[in-house]
């Protein structure tokens, strides 16, 4: 059974080919671009970490491979990183061009690379607008990863995106990945209402809503309900649903090691801290150091 055959998980215009894109009606990417608002309101907890570890294992070179608006590039832009920014949504990507065209007085943003790619073909895709390229980092932040649903229902496709990434990074890059703590989500039912990356303005309402297939969690429905009225205006609320494969957190792990052939170094933090000072984190992430040689 798919599950689009019992939730509604994603809006009608989807690619040719390639991951699904739940943004694809441009409503939710309009409504996402202010709820996680520029990269000024990126939490500094965030990027301290994101930063912090990048400038440590010497990167310059980063592929964010779920851009969406662009903040997180904007943000690494700002610091003084070469980004490459890629998504499989072309109205999230509207966003990010429209954001480049606004800093074009900024020389930062000359080299600004922003191009629509999917994970399934990513090392293909790159190489069609930048042949060879490799970096020094992958970034596939903010629960992007889990927009990818189990259509097989063995994780195949997921497993081979994994392996996608890996293959964009020089010997010694860094991948950088996330997702939410489905395994206290499926236990609870309910969705932490804070956001470690983002300090939105508005108020945001998320109903979880948890499908179980064949006795195993399939599907997890965030309905996201955002006030995005500004001081004097009408009442404005965005309605919109979006849909993830709920990663568990050992099984996830298995793949990204599986992934790097099991000679990368895999280290794990929830919420940007050791595991062992969280004990319900909202979010986990992963960053695998791909092997030297």
């Known amino acids: 059974m798919s599950a689009d055959q019992v939730f509604h998980s994603r809006s009608e215009g989807i690619p040719s080919e390639g991951v699904k894109d739940q943004y694809a ?30 400038r440590k294992h010497g990167c310059e070179s980063v592929l964010d491979a779920a851009c969406g608006t662009g903040i997180d590039s904007m943000m690494l832009v700002d610091e003084g990183f070469k980004l490459v920014s890629v ?51 992958v970034i596939c932040l903010g629960n992007s990863f889990a927009h990818l649903l189990d259509e097989h229902e063995d994780q195949r496709v997921q497993k081979m995106c994994l392996k996608n990434f890996a293959k ?36 945001v309402d998320i109903k979880t809503s948890v499908l179980v297939v064949r006795g195993k969690p399939k599907l997890i429905a965030l309905d996201y309900c955002i006030d995005v ?9 965005s309605e919109f649903r979006l849909c993830y494969y709920p990663h568990k957190l050992a099984k996830f792990t298995a793949m990204l ?12 933090y929830a919420d940007f801290k ?9 979010f986990y992430i992963h960053v695998m150091e791909k092997a030297r040689d």
């Open 229 to 237: 009225t500004e001081e004097g205006e009408a009442s404005e609320r």
């Open 87 to 137: 998504d499989a949504s072309d109205k999230m990507l509207k966003h990010a061009l429209k954001a480049r065209w606004e800093k074009r007085k900024n020389p930062k943003y000359d080299e600004w690379v922003i191009e629509e790619a999917n994970w399934e073909t990513l090392p293909r895709d790159v190489n069609s607008f930048m042949p060879g390229a490799l970096f020094d980092a």
């Open 168 to 203: 964009c990074l020089k010997p010694g890059g860094l991948l950088f990945i996330d997702h939410r703590n489905y395994d206290a989500m499926i236990d609870s039912g309910a969705t932490p209402g804070h956001s470690i990356y983002y300090n939105c303005k508005y108020p």
């Open 274 to 282: 050791p595991q062992e000072e969280v004990s319900v984190p909202a």
């Open 25 to 54: 009606d441009g409503k939710a990417a309009r409504a996402w671009n202010k709820f996680i608002g520029d990269s000024n309101q990126r939490t500094q907890n965030y990027k301290d970490f994101l930063i912090g570890l990048l």
């Open 257 to 268: 090691d599986e992934a790097f052939d099991h000679r990368g170094k895999h280290h794990i």
